[in-house]
């Protein structure tokens, strides 16, 4: 849930299980809520879950995470508008909490970054397209950070999201590309 509405999409286990565990544990916890998207690139994509993000220095913003590391978890899912991956340093294992949300089809990071969700409702496009057009400043950050909060994340099952969307088989790279 966001300041602007709901974001709902569904894990994909089967293409990153370590990743999604991690996710739901930490989502679970709380980790997520009253976070920031404190990047915000139109046409590109929105990030979010820095715990730093919490706090008032804003040069912090993009530097925290839940104090470990996880293994990039790389498929042929191509990074196409509404799909969910792990944000990271160069260091393709140095994941850990943070993750974007693809704004326009970003294929370019296709097999460098591990997929783990895709948005399921119109609606939360609708969410993503608030959030994207946000006004923001230095290093793509909201000059109005109440305007890019997640205000609660939580797990829910499938069937307890009303307006799923009839969605395809999502494109893939076609490569058969497995982990690092």
Same mark, same amino acid.
């Given at each position: 849930?966001?300041?602007?509405?709901?974001?709902?999409?569904?894990?994909?286990s089967e293409l990153a299980p370590e990743t999604v565990r991690n996710f739901e544990k930490l989502t679970k916890d709380g980790f997520y809520d009253g976070t920031l998207f404190h990047r915000?690139?139109?046409?590109?994509m929105i990030q979010g879950g820095d715990p730093n993000t919490k706090t008032d220095n /804003?040069?912090?913003?993009?530097?925290?995470?839940p104090g470990y590391?996880? /293994?990039?978890?790389?498929?042929?899912?191509?990074?196409?508008?509404?799909?969910v991956s792990?944000?990271?340093?160069?260091?393709?294992?140095?994941?850990?909490?943070?993750?974007?949300i693809v704004h326009k089809d970003s294929t370019?990071?296709?097999?460098?970054?591990?997929?783990?969700?895709?948005?399921?409702t119109e609606s939360s496009f609708e969410t993503l397209d608030k959030i994207a057009a946000i006004q923001t400043g230095t290093s793509d950050r909201p000059i109005n950070p109440?305007?890019?909060?997640?205000?609660k994340a939580t797990v829910v099952?499938?069937?307890?999201?009303?307006?799923?969307?009839?969605?395809?088989?999502?494109?893939r790279t076609g490569s058969t590309v497995t982990s690092t």
């Open positions: 849930e966001t300041n602007h509405g709901k974001i709902s999409f569904e894990l994909l915000v690139i139109p046409g590109f /804003k040069g912090s913003w993009g530097m925290g995470g590391n996880i /293994k990039a978890e790389f498929s042929s899912r191509s990074h196409l508008r509404g799909i792990m944000a990271r340093s160069s260091d393709p294992n140095s994941a850990g909490s943070q993750f974007f370019f990071l296709d097999e460098e970054y591990t997929v783990f969700g895709r948005i399921v109440e305007q890019s909060k997640i205000v099952e499938r069937s307890e999201i009303l307006d799923i969307l009839e969605l395809s088989e999502p494109k």
